[in-house]
């Protein structure tokens, strides 16, 4: 089987090493940077560049670029990739990006199917990567209604083969209102939490709890941008729930109620408490 690699950045990085490690599958690549080609070839990350010639060849693809890129990757390629070859996205957002790849799909005959790993650092680019990147991680499909059991499986054997722990399929909307609460919300608050003046002279004076809280502002702004405006009716539904939540708190604090703090505070640890008997 050929897999073909759009985007070589941490992910696309990642999977192509991925593969490389755990099957016997030829890979190409493809990243807008020949520099980052030539060095994943060095790496042993690849077989091959991936090229308007040879991906027709392909049985699998996996486009791993910003969502209008990708869109914007799939329409000039329609008509080039092999038929029922099974063609993949991994960007974090997926109603724009599956609307728009279901309608070109149809119309030239490959399979498409919206997908997101649910693994990542807070670093980017070709020289992050690793193979286990996804080990035990979660891989989110998000197929359209009417895809076939064949295809499906063909699917979630593969990412199974390359060491996800799970896949599982939900469908665009769902996944979206999701990510906005166990992704974006948090990328936001961490990325305003950091702006505190005191950031700047915090050294001595923190410790795991500075360090879990910061570690995602050092983000993409590039890419998240895109992502919060691709996701925004669902990503400001749970920046205003947490406004809220937070102002009982600013509430309590400011009026000195301890008992109303308590509660607060209370209610917060057996809500992770449940949270993660239900995770076990």
């Known amino acids: 089987m050929t897999i073909g690699i759009i985007g070589l950045g941490l992910i696309g ?3 192509a090493k991925a593969v490389k490690e755990n099957t016997d599958y030829k890979v190409l690549v493809c990243d807008k940077a020949q520099s980052v080609n030539l ?5 042993g990350a690849c077989d091959g560049v991936l090229t308007p ?3 027709g060849g392909c049985d699998i693809v996996l486009i791993a670029l910003y969502p209008q890129a990708t869109i914007n990757y799939i329409n000039e390629n329609a008509a080039l990739f092999k038929k029922d070859s099974i063609i993949i996205d991994c ?3 997926k109603r724009t990006v599956c609307q728009a790849a279901a309608l070109v799909a149809k119309a030239n005959n490959f399979r ?4 997101h790993p649910m693994a990542g650092t807070q670093f980017s680019g070709f020289k992050y990567s690793r193979g286990s990147l996804f080990k035990g991680a979660p891989m989110i499909l998000t197929p359209q209604s009417d895809e076939s059991i064949k295809i499906l499986e063909r699917a979630k054997k593969f990412f199974v083969e390359i060491g996800f722990g799970s896949v599982v399929f939900t469908t665009p909307e769902f996944h979206d209102k999701k990510i906005a609460y166990t992704s974006q919300l948090a990328h ?3 990325n305003a939490y950091v702006k505190s003046p005191e950031a700047l002279a915090h050294k001595g004076f923190s410790a795991g709890s500075y360090k879990d809280l910061t570690r995602v502002a050092r983000l993409n702004e590039e890419m998240w941008a ?3 405006l691709e996701n925004r009716d669902n990503l400001v539904h749970e920046i205003n729930y947490l406004t809220q939540s937070l102002s009982e708190y600013k509430k309590a604090i400011e009026e000195n109620d301890r008992e109303r703090l308590k509660e607060l505070l209370k ?3 057996e809500r992770k408490e449940r949270v993660e008997r239900g995770r076990d």
């Not at 060095?39 to 790496?43: D, I, R, T, V």
């Not at 498409?112 to 997908?115: E, N």
């Open 13 to 15: 990085g990642s999977f």
């Open 39 to 43: 060095q994943a070839k060095l790496e």
């Open 53 to 55: 010639d040879n991906l």
């Open 91 to 93: 960007a974090g957002t």
């Open 112 to 115: 498409f199917i919206g997908g």
């Open 188 to 190: 936001v608050v961490s």
């Open 226 to 228: 895109e992502l919060f």
């Open 267 to 269: 209610d917060g640890r």
